[in-house]
């Protein structure tokens, strides 16, 4: 794993985005996921703000969702597809063909979970999984004790999980307590991975993923036993 330090989230966000515009201006047309949440939301900003200096083909990509979460219609803000279609896929240009994302309304989740596992294996595997860290070690919404061999399913979000979540919309608001996500299996696979973390709150589950040892219980740790690992972290996660 390589890891880099950021002295604060601006350097971050800085770091990341010359890693990912490197990588999609190297490669045609790859296979990316994108992570909601806060930590991710600087880096989002700062290639917006290269798109909007003239950088061209930043949005020379085919985004596959992570997870979203279930049984909300497609007018509902907290859908993540609609998160990142705001935040990055809009603004960079991401062309709407080139989206896979799950329904999160469909009426038959198993039909669902095979539709889109249909369409993602046509394209897999990932290039270029782009992640966050849950407090409690997940990635997407694999939640502790996810198999390293899962892959996409419908999961029970944790209790943490719904809490942390509930920031994002406030908490007066209920947080969907079941989610799509694509599996460790197919995370396992990506070709090349980058994880973002910042806060001095992620320091405790950090330091447990990059010590190990490699438990399904901390479902990050799958990071020690795959290849081309880049963990871009802000100095007081790190500490
Ligand atoms: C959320 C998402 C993850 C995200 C993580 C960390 O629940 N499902 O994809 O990476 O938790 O979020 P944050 O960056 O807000 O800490």
Not at 211 to 223: F, I, K, M, N, R
Request: glycine share 8%; with cysteine; net charge negative.
């Amino acid at each position: 794993m390589n890891i880099v330090k950021a002295p604060n989230a601006g350097a971050l966000a800085q770091l990341a985005a010359d890693f990912f515009q490197a990588f999609i201006q190297a490669e045609n047309n790859p296979l990316l996921t994108l992570p909601t949440g806060l930590t991710p939301l600087p880096l989002y900003r700062e290639l917006r703000t290269r798109c909007e200096a003239g950088y061209q083909g930043l949005g020379r990509f085919t985004y596959l969702a992570l997870d979203e979460y279930q049984g909300l219609p497609p007018s509902d803000n907290r859908r993540f597809a609609r998160w990142l279609k705001q935040e990055i896929l809009d603004p960079l240009g991401v062309p709407t063909q080139n989206r896979i994302i799950f329904k999160s309304d469909a009426a038959d989740p198993e039909a669902e979970i095979k539709r889109f596992t249909e369409y993602y294996t046509g394209k897999a595997p990932i290039d270029l999984a782009v992640l966050g860290l849950g407090l409690n070690g997940h990635v997407g919404f694999n939640e502790p004790g996810s198999a390293f061999d899962s892959t996409t399913r419908l999961v029970d979000l944790t209790p943490e999980t719904q809490e942390t979540n509930a920031t994002y919309w406030g908490y007066r608001q209920r947080t969907p307590t079941k989610a799509y996500t694509l599996g460790l299996s197919e995370l396992r696979q990506a070709k090349n991975t980058m994880v973002l973390i910042s806060g001095k709150e992620k320091s405790g589950i950090l330091r447990r993923v990059l010590d190990g040892p490699v438990s399904e219980d901390v479902p990050a740790t799958y990071l020690h036993d795959i290849d081309n690992v880049t963990i871009f972290a802000e100095a007081e996660a790190l500490s």
